[in-house]
């Protein structure tokens, strides 16, 4: 597979507005050997990642040479990030732009789209982890957050860097895709490799199954765009 | 030859008492230190080897006895605080978390506690004095207060602030002001209980122990 290895330095920017919950997940992220950044809102996040208002599904078309890993936001001219963020987790309940607003900008952003978001909440409520896993959030973490929590977040990351790698190994199957329709198609069953398993079997009332019906490794929509069809 | 102020090594307890008595040329005695305790025969001032061996080790027996005991009453103490309650696994957690590169995490995280839950408690006594109380704004503080108090796992102070939050909800004034000096209370108790172990554990580390991880 030629991945680069497990203890690779990641980045991960936290959201939360509570400093106690900044200090904290700084520290279980510290602990886990990720790079860490926090903010105390939505929009000081999006400033992060370099996001600007017009660049809503701005098509993803631009040079390979400037393009060399496609989950890494930084791509587009009229965006600047400075740091690859690997991973955003956030508060839901925040002032102004709460979590789930975030996470939705971040889905309508073609720049932005292929961070995965996972979600934190200290109210455990069946809607709300719906709405949050349906907009595209790889996980629901019930607040207070532990270790193991945080140990859950690793197979996300290299999930998205995995089907991204797939990508550029097989240029004459990539496909510039227009970012309007998310299809629900096929996956390939060899296409995904088996290391996210163990997040799919839990059977936490944290996370949902969603597409049952395709192969056993937890996909979505917006991936399977992505994903090399090979007929 | 050995220089002045040469301890002599290598030889027996007997032997070094029979050396200084022979207070050869070769030999200074040193300088006047203590008395060596390690056979009564010998009357001269000098620091024997065996003497000062005797001397250190009895140091370090009674420093191990003091460590023991404030080792034990850590561990008697922090029981006692998971058993009433005043703190949960969260705050085991906490401590987990904490490491040489990062020794004073729960210290910090528990003084950015108690700065924010003092300024909540005020926030909220007056939002409570209003003639027409803000049942949202009051609730909103309580929230905050829950969720700090949750993260580290003040397990008293965040079991009153579930029940403030239903009165909030039924905006029963009667009830919120009863969970405010019951939380406000919990708070103080916390704060003196905290304190206490922290103390603890820095005397523990002064005394050059070890503090106990509890499992």
Not at chain 1, 127 to 135: A, T
Not at chain 1, 161 to 180: A, L, Y
Not at chain 2, 137 to 165: E, T, W
Not at chain 2, 176 to 192: A, F, G, T, W, Y
Request: aromatic share 6%.
């Amino acid at each position: 597979m030629g991945m680069a290895a497990a203890d690779a330095q990641f980045h991960v920017l936290a959201v939360d507005d509570s400093l106690i919950d900044r200090k904290l997940i700084e520290r279980l992220l510290k602990t886990s050997s990720f790079q860490v950044t926090t903010v105390d809102s939505g929009s000081k996040a999006l400033e992060f990642l370099g996001w600007h208002d017009d660049d809503d599904d701005v098509d993803v078309d631009v040079d390979d040479d400037e393009r060399n890993n496609s989950n890494e936001a930084f791509v587009s001219p009229k965006n600047h990030q400075e740091v690859e963020v690997n991973l955003v987790i956030t508060d839901y309940c925040m002032p102004g732009m709460t979590g789930y607003d975030l996470l939705k900008k971040m889905k309508e952003s073609a720049f932005l789209r292929n961070i995965p978001v996972v979600i934190m909440s200290s109210e455990n409520v069946p809607s709300r982890i719906n709405r949050c896993l349906e907009e595209g959030a790889e996980e629901f973490i019930l607040k207070p957050v532990r270790l193991s929590d945080v140990n859950k977040l690793r197979p996300h990351i290299m999930k998205s860097k995995s089907i991204c790698k797939d990508i550029i190994q097989k240029p004459e199957n990539q496909e510039k895709q227009d970012n309007n329709e998310s299809t629900e198609t096929q996956l390939q069953s060899q296409s995904q490799p088996q290391q996210t398993s163990q997040s799919n079997n839990n059977s936490s009332n944290k996370r949902k199954s969603m597409d049952e019906g395709l192969s056993p490794d937890r996909t979505r929509p917006r991936y399977n765009d992505m994903t090399v069809m090979s007929n | 030859s050995p220089s002045s102020n040469t301890l002599i090594t290598g030889l027996s307890a007997w032997q070094v008492n029979s050396c200084v008595l022979i207070t050869s040329a070769s030999y200074k005695l040193k300088e006047k230190k203590s008395f060596c305790t390690c056979k009564e025969i010998c009357k001269k001032e000098f620091d024997c080897v065996v003497g000062t061996e005797e001397r250190e080790r009895e140091r370090e027996r009674e420093t191990a006895d003091v460590v023991k005991q404030l080792q034990r009453q850590f561990i008697d103490f922090s029981t006692s605080l998971y058993r009433e309650g005043f703190v949960d696994d969260q705050f085991a957690q906490l401590q987990k978390l904490q490491d040489d590169s990062n020794p004073d995490f729960v210290v910090e995280v528990v003084s950015l506690f108690f700065d924010d839950s003092e300024k909540l408690v005020k926030n909220l006594a007056v939002a409570l004095e209003q003639q027409v109380v803000d049942y949202k704004q009051v609730d909103a503080n309580v929230h905050q207060l829950k969720g700090s108090s949750s993260s580290i796992g003040a397990k008293r102070v965040k079991d009153v602030c579930v029940v403030f939050r239903s009165f909030c909800e039924s905006e029963n004034h009667e009830g919120c002001l009863r969970c405010l000096q019951q939380v406000s209370h919990e708070n103080s108790l916390l704060k003196n209980k905290l304190q206490t172990l922290f103390r603890l554990e820095q005397q523990i580390l002064a005394a050059g122990g070890t503090v106990p991880v509890l499992e």
